[in-house]
Every structure is written in structure tokens, then in C-alpha cells.
């Protein structure tokens, strides 16, 4: 029982595809994730889902279909319901992630606004709760403006939003890329916790093969607007079949293998 | 559609508007009657075949006026912006390039002066000289300098330091070659376009201040001063209110378009 | 707090400067300061009455003695009296000033009324006619001589439809032909700011980032992205109030409207200096104190600059 599944989408810029044959199929709980080159379409196909596509792009074939109901025919209203409380965004730029002059609880307390009809008192909680998930400090983040947070804090922060809602499904579009790398893996660990505490799906987008191996069920590889392979981590990684993927592995060091199982 | 057409064609357009200017400087030379010829039996005459605008309170010939009006008044615009531009350019690059105290000490001078709105100073400063066109001419420079020498400054500051001087700075180049090929079509490009915006606003600036009665002095055409002393005669005739204004607006109009496409073909922030 | 006070210190140094440079001027103005106070229609001075106003106004004694002397009057708010009225220059300016406030108060409101509502219309129906037609306001507009929309307005609302005045001042009817003159001239630069701003701020990133949380459109535009476009716009309103005052002078003289602007024209017409000089100095230091609220403004706007203490210039 799939709780995402995309079959054979084009998406179209201006008239010309950038984007086809693309199908992912995941399942409640799975971590799925989707690596390529820049320029290979992942982020476009995220987008997609949460029908984030700008104005000179849009799906010009094939369906998607989440929680049992289909994607391509939603109008803005209900996409506008269905995102921060069904699907989440994480991005790359977390500087971004926020408006700089609003303050970061006000930010959090708009969302849960939008999406429910809780007392003040009750989103506080909520909000708290969130932030403690990622191991910051509540109140001292709630208060404060975007610019006084580190960029690790900052991506956190971002990744309490998207989950205060109990979201089925978050889509991480690059959350580490920008960080330095210690950062980057105390990052992935704040995913990878919460996943196991509300049990979402993920939709892990990445060019960085390592993180692939480390966290995911299920991986598909892209290239050029088009995804060549897909199978479970074990499978792509130790076995790959298409010639793009098996130089994307040879192309990322690796620990000599016995190394490489201890620590998995 | 009209997009893509502005694109393709926003060189002609920018011909045109120069071409603009240009007829405006010379049309005196076409004109049917003497623009200060007094004939006190035609006076206040509405416009006809023979008088195209009409006449006005002392039998003037109003097309005639106009012509010679659009002379003085963009003519002396022009001239104005040449004297700014001739003390504005140099000393902005000076400064930039050279830089230290004495970059400091004009910068503050030139701070103070832009503290007051040119408009005060050129009326201030006319005002104590006396009126005549040349002291607004005066004024009116003295009110506008600083921000040429900024906006100069500010370009050399800003591309001094890029890559492509420190090559050239490299190769061998004199300062005076680094500054003519690299720096200096910048430097051009920008001020070029603050001076196309800046022209409709010094014809206001003229307009407006020979209209208090500062300014060009009668007999001069000049389209605000022919607003000034036209006045009494508007709800008479129509036309001595219409004519001269139109004319203010269209070439003010006119310079502003230049400036905004010049503008957007520059990509010059602000 | 520290900026503030640093800033006021620099407002008192430029007083000083201000007040010197204004005695300078005033030395070097043409004609015989002594002569023009005396005269008062043709009636022929005496050479002891010229003698004994010289040695008031201490003509004889060395510069720097008389700039002492000014500067002590200038401090104590005496700026001299007027050649033509024989008032002191402080309670002609301090009585004409409301007249120009009120003025300036209500084009501002005229300004803010037209801009704002097309400036966003504008951004937000972008390409469409809306936007065209705003834009073609904002052109003409800003091509148009203030003083002449003026002589329109009066030809047709004062002359014609005989509705509203066309000089003086008493009511609110003699404020709304001249205000609406100067708040339609000007209100023509600032629909295209506001347009620019707006279209910026639409494009961030943050902006698709409260998106994907789900926030309605509607909301987004007027506390994300309307907000942040609001502190340009205010430091530029605060700028313009600059070209706002030169306003009021033209639109002042044009519907005979009795504030400073129209007093400092009939003293230039006039050659009445110490009214004139006046005048600028009232002027300026009204521009710097605006200079200095402005900048507190957007301070306190953008937190970012509030809590980190970045100088803005």
C-alpha cells in the first residue's frame, strides 16, 4: 500500500520536457531516496509533488498520486492545505527557509494557524515539542529572528517546521549540501530520529552518494530529467545495473569494504 | 508582444529620442514670424492658418515663441548639464582612483551640499544673485554637481577592484590607458543615463523657476515664463495655458523615456 | 541609544558649520545690509542714523568678533529682522510655518493615498493593462510641470466649476487644490518604486519557502512580502520630503497660499536677505531632523539592523 506513487510524469518547460518517465513508488514510513547530478531534474520533480512548480513548468503527462488521491487535478486551495501538513519541505538554503524580519516562533505559530484552529497556548506546544524533536532550545529559538541562528540551528529549525504537523510525507531537497560536514551528519541524525518517532515518509534528494548508503531504503538514481534505475539501497549500491550509476559509485571514494560493514 | 518588439528595437527608439532633441535645438530656424516681434493689433488671436498657436497679450506669434522657447529652455538644459558634467566627471574619477584624504574631504563637502533638495539651492542661490538666466545657470550647476562626482566615484570605486583592472594593471597598462579602455566606458555608461533622467528634471527645474519669475526675464521665450506672464489671459484664451504647458510635458516626456530605456539597455541599478 | 546620541552630536556640529557658512553669506550678499534696514519708502537716512545702526550692529568690529555676535543671536534664535516688514525673522517664519505644514501634511497623505494602492496593483497584476495604465500614470506624472496641473486644476475647478478657491488659506476648501496638485505630481515617482519593490520582494526565496508551509497567498503578500517592501519605500518617502518642501514653494507662489515657501519668493523678489537666509537655515536643519527620524524609523523596521547595530550608510 503505496502512500506515494508518480507514474510516468513529464514535466514541461515552456513547451520543451525536461523531466520524463519519471516513477517513484513509496511507502509509508520509507526513506526514498533520489540522487542525480545538478541539473538531473530531482528538484523539479519535488517540486512537482507539492505543486511548487513556477509558472513555466507544469506536468504535462502521467499522475501522482498521494494518500490515495490524485495530485494532478488538485486546485491551489487544496495544495495550499495539503502543504506543511501532509507533505513538508525541507530546502537547501536555509537562510532562505525563513522570512529574515519575522520572528521564528511567529513563523511556526502562522503555520500551525494556517493549517488548524488550536488555542495560542496549544501551538505554543506544539511548537516547543518541535523544536525540542531537533534537539534546540525552545524557547531561546522560538524568540529569536533567523539571523541569530547558526546555519546548523537554522536547518533544524526548518526541519521542526516541517514536521510539527505530523507530516506523511517530507521532502528533503539537499538539507545537508550547504553545511559543513559535521553539522551535515548531526543534521541527518535529527532526520533519521525523526522518522522513527512519527513514522513519515522521506523523499531524500542528494548528489552525495555516501549519505545514500548511510540512511536509505530505497534509491533512484537520475540523469537528465529521466530516472535509469531504482531499486532497494542494497541493490543499486552493491549491485548496480545501469552503466550512469555504476560510474556514480566508481566516482565516490570508499572505505575498503571491511571497514565500510563495521561501521554500517 | 510588445515585450520582445521594445527589446529588438530599443536602439531605434533611443535614436528617435535623440533626434528629438536635436530638432528641438535648431526648429528656431523654421520659424514663420520674429518670436519677439510686438504687433499690438494682433494680439490675442486664436490659432489660424497664419498663426498656428495663435498670438498672444502683445501680438507675439505663439508657434514662433514656442520654437525659440524650446531652444532656451532645452538649450540651456543641455548647457547645464555640460558644465556639470565637464567638473562632475573628472573630479569623481580623480577621487575614486586616488582616493585618501583627499577623497574624504570632497566627499563630506559634497555630503553637505546634497543635505539641501537642488530645487532650494538653485532657488536660494538665484535668488540672492538676481534673476537672469545665467545665474540660474549658476544655481542650477551648483545644485547638480555633487551628484555626478558621486555617481562617478562610485563606479571607479566599484570596478577598480574587480579582476580585469588588476590584469590590466599586470599586462603593463599605464593609469592613463587602464582608465580610458576599462574604467572609463563604464563610467560612461552610467552617467550617460543619469543625465538623460536628469535633463527633464533640470527643464522642470528652469520651467519652474522662471515661472516664479526667476529665471529667464521677458522678452525671453521661455515656456514657463510665457506660463508666468500669460496668466491673466488664460480664461480668455485657452491656449496660452495649453500650448506652452504641453510643451514643457511632452519634453520632459520625452527625456524620460529616453532615460528609462537607456536605463534598462545599462541594467543600472537605481 | 549610542547612535542616537552620536547622531545628535554630529546635528550640533553641523548647526555650527551651518551657522558659519550662513554668516559668510550673508557678508558677502551684494548692497549695504545698514542702507536696506534704514530704508523705508524713499524717505532719505540721515548719516548719523547710518552711523549709529552700524555701530549696533557692530559693522566695524573685526570678523570673527561680528561672527561671535551672530552666533550668539543664532543660539538665542534671533536671526534678524526682516528689511521689508521690520519683524523679526523668527515670528514671520514661526507664523507662516503651519500654513506650510498643514500643506505638506496633506499632499503627503495625497502621495501616500495614489501611490500605494497603484504601486501594488501594479506589481501584482504585472504585464497586465493595470499595470500598463499605472505605469503610463507614473510617466506622465513625472513629466508633468507641478505648476502647471496647478493652473489646470484651478481653470477647471476654481474658474470654470467655481467648487473650490484658488488663493489663500482659512478652510479646508483652500487646502485640497493645492495639496492635490503636489501629492498627484508626486505621488508619480513613488507608484514606480513601490511597483519595483514589491516586484523584488515577490521573487525571494522566502517566499517560496512560506509557501511550501502552506500559507495562503493572500497572507504571504501582505505580511512577508508587503512588509519587507514597506522599509525602501520609507526611507525614500523620508528622502522625498526634501523634493516635497521645494513643492510647496512653486505650488505656495502658484495659488497665493500664505506659508514659507510663497515668503521665501516675495523676500527673493523683494532682495529682503535676512528673510532669505532665514529661510535656509530653517530649512536645512527641518531636513536633518527629518534625516535623523527617518533613520530611526527604519532602524526600528528592520530588526536586523536594530539588534546587530550595523551602520546603514
Not at chain 2, 115 to 142: E, K, Q, R, T, Y
Not at chain 3, 82 to 92: A, D, G, L
Not at chain 3, 121 to 134: F, G, P, Q
Request: net charge positive; glycine share 6%.
Amino acid at each position: 500500500m503505496s502512500l506515494l506513487t508518480i507514474d510516468q510524469m513529464q514535466i514541461n518547460f515552456r513547451n520543451k520536457p525536461i523531466v520524463e518517465n519519471v516513477n517513484i513508488t513509496a511507502r509509508k514510513g520509507e526513506w526514498f531516496t533520489l540522487i542525480g547530478e545538478s541539473g538531473s531534474g530531482k528538484s523539479i520533480t519535488a517540486s512537482a509533488i507539492g505543486g511548487l512548480l513556477p509558472k513555466e513548468m507544469w506536468i504535462a503527462a502521467g499522475h501522482i498520486q498521494f494518500d490515495n488521491k490524485d495530485m494532478t487535478h488538485l486546485s491551489k486551495k487544496e495544495f495550499q492545505n495539503l502543504r506543511g501538513k501532509e507533505i513538508s519541505y525541507v530546502f537547501q538554503d536555509y537562510q532562505s527557509s525563513f522570512t529574515p524580519f519575522i520572528k521564528i516562533g511567529k513563523q511556526m505559530d502562522e503555520m500551525i494557524q494556517a493549517h488548524s484552529s488550536l488555542t495560542k497556548n496549544e501551538r505554543k506546544e506544539i511548537a516547543f515539542q518541535a523544536l525540542e524533536d531537533v534537539q534546540l532550545p525552545a524557547k531561546r529559538v522560538y524568540n529569536s529572528y533567523p539571523f541569530q541562528l547558526s546555519g546548523g540551528q537554522l536547518q533544524r529549525a526548518s526541519i521542526a517546521m516541517a514536521i510539527m504537523l505530523n507530516p506523511k510525507l517530507l521532502i528533503a531537497d539537499e538539507p545537508t549540501t550547504a553545511l559543513d560536514s559535521m553539522t551535515a551528519a548531526h543534521v541527518l541524525e535529527v532526520i533519521a530520529n525523526i522518522k522513527e518517532k512519527i513514522n513519515c515518509a522521506i523523499l531524500f534528494i542528494t548528489h552525495d552518494l555516501r549519505l545514500a548508503r548511510k540512511y536509505s531504503d530505497t534509491v533512484a538514481v537520475m540523469k537528465k530529467g529521466e530516472i535509469v534505475e531504482t531499486g532497494t539501497k542494497t541493490n543499486v549500491i552493491h549491485h548496480p545495473r545501469h552503466p550512469y550509476t555504476k560510474q556514480l559509485l566508481s566516482a565516490a571514494p570508499t572505505l575498503p569494504n571491511k571497514m565500510h560493514e563495521v561501521i554500517t | 508582444m510588445f515585450r520582445q518588439m521594445y527589446w529588438t528595437h530599443s536602439r531605434t527608439l533611443l535614436f528617435i529620442l535623440f533626434a528629438f532633441f536635436l530638432v528641438i535645438l535648431t526648429a528656431p530656424l523654421l520659424a514663420p514670424y520674429d518670436p519677439l516681434q510686438i504687433n499690438m493689433n494682433e494680439r490675442l488671436l486664436k490659432p489660424s492658418a497664419e498663426h498656428f498657436f495663435g498670438t498672444d497679450y502683445l501680438g507675439r506669434d505663439l508657434f514662433s515663441r514656442i520654437l525659440a522657447g524650446g531652444q532656451v529652455t532645452v538649450g540651456t538644459s543641455i548647457l547645464v548639464l555640460g558644465i556639470v558634467l565637464l567638473i562632475g566627471v573628472p573630479l569623481g574619477m580623480f577621487s575614486g582612483f586616488v582616493g585618501g584624504r583627499f577623497d574624504r574631504y570632497l566627499m563630506r563637502i559634497i555630503d553637505a551640499f546634497l543635505a539641501f533638495p537642488d530645487f532650494i539651492v538653485a532657488i536660494v542661490l538665484s535668488g540672492i544673485l538676481g534673476p537672469g538666466m545665467l545665474n540660474l545657470i549658476f544655481a542650477i550647476v551648483v545644485a547638480k554637481w555633487g551628484s555626478y562626482v558621486r555617481l562617478v566615484r562610485s563606479t571607479v570605486l566599484s570596478e577598480k577592484e574587480k579582476d580585469y583592472i588588476l590584469m590590466a594593471v599586470v599586462n603593463g597598462l599605464s593609469t592613463f590607458q587602464i582608465i580610458r579602455k576599462h574604467l572609463l566606458p563604464h563610467v560612461v555608461g552610467n552617467v550617460f543615463v543619469l543625465a538623460t533622467l536628469d535633463l527633464g528634471k533640470i527643464i522642470l527645474l528652469i520651467a519652474s523657476l522662471s515661472y516664479i519669475g526667476l529665471g529667464a526675464q521677458p522678452p525671453t521665450p521661455e515656456w514657463g515664463a510665457m506660463l508666468n506672464e500669460s496668466t491673466p489671459y488664460f480664461h480668455t484664451s485657452p491656449y496660452l495655458m495649453f500650448i506652452p504647458g504641453i510643451a514643457i510635458m511632452f519634453t520632459v516626456l520625452v527625456s524620460n523615456l529616453a532615460g528609462d530605456v537607456l536605463r534598462d539597455r545599462f541594467d543600472v541599478k537605481g | 541609544m549610542i547612535q542616537v546620541a552620536k547622531r545628535f552630536i554630529e546635528f550640533i556640529i553641523f548647526l555650527l558649520l551651518l551657522s558659519f557658512i550662513s554668516f559668510i553669506f550673508i557678508k558677502l550678499a551684494p548692497g549695504d545690509p545698514v542702507k536696506q534696514m534704514l530704508q523705508v519708502d524713499e524717505v532719505s537716512v540721515t548719516k548719523e542714523q547710518i552711523e549709529a545702526l552700524r555701530e549696533e550692529l557692530k559693522l566695524h568690529e573685526p570678523i570673527y568678533v561680528q561672527y561671535w555676535y551672530w552666533l550668539k543671536r543664532f543660539f538665542e534664535f534671533d536671526l534678524g529682522h526682516s528689511y521689508i516688514t521690520k519683524q523679526p525673522v523668527v515670528s514671520e517664519l514661526l507664523s507662516r510655518f503651519p500654513a506650510t505644514i498643514t500643506l505638506t501634511c496633506t499632499s503627503l497623505i495625497v502621495m501616500i493615498l495614489i501611490s500605494i494602492p497603484l504601486g501594488t496593483l501594479s506589481a501584482l497584476y504585472k504585464n497586465k493593462w493595470v499595470d500598463h495604465i499605472c505605469r503610463l500614470f507614473a510617466l506622465v506624472g513625472s513629466s508633468i510641470p507641478s505648476f502647471w496641473l496647478g493652473l489646470l486644476f484651478i481653470e477647471l475647478f476654481a474658474v470654470q466649476l467655481g467648487l473650490l478657491p484658488s488663493m489663500g488659506k482659512g478652510t479646508i476648501q483652500h487646502v485640497i487644490l493645492p495639496s492635490l496638485t503636489l501629492g498627484i505630481a508626486m505621488s508619480a515617482v513613488y507608484v514606480r518604486l513601490l511597483r519595483s519593490s514589491l516586484l523584488e520582494s515577490l521573487n525571494e526565496d522566502y517566499v517560496k519557502a512560506a509557501r511550501a508551509r502552506g500559507i495562503s497567498e493572500k497572507r504571504i503578500f501582505l505580511f512577508h512580502v508587503f512588509r519587507r517592501s514597506l522599509i525602501p519605500v520609507i526611507t525614500i518617502f523620508g528622502m522625498s520630503l526634501g523634493s516635497l518642501i521645494s513643492g510647496t514653494v512653486v505650488i505656495e507662489v502658484l495659488f497665493a497660499y500664505p506659508g514659507i515657501g510663497k515668503m521665501v519668493v516675495d523676500a527673493i523678489i523683494r532682495r529682503d536677505y535676512p528673510v532669505i537666509q532665514g529661510y535656509v537655515l530653517f530649512i536645512t536643519i527641518l531636513i536633518v531632523l527629518i534625516n535623523i527620524f527617518v533613520d530611526i524609523c527604519c532602524r526600528y523596521l528592520n530588526p536586523e539592523i536594530r539588534l546587530k547595530g550595523v551602520e546603514r550608510r
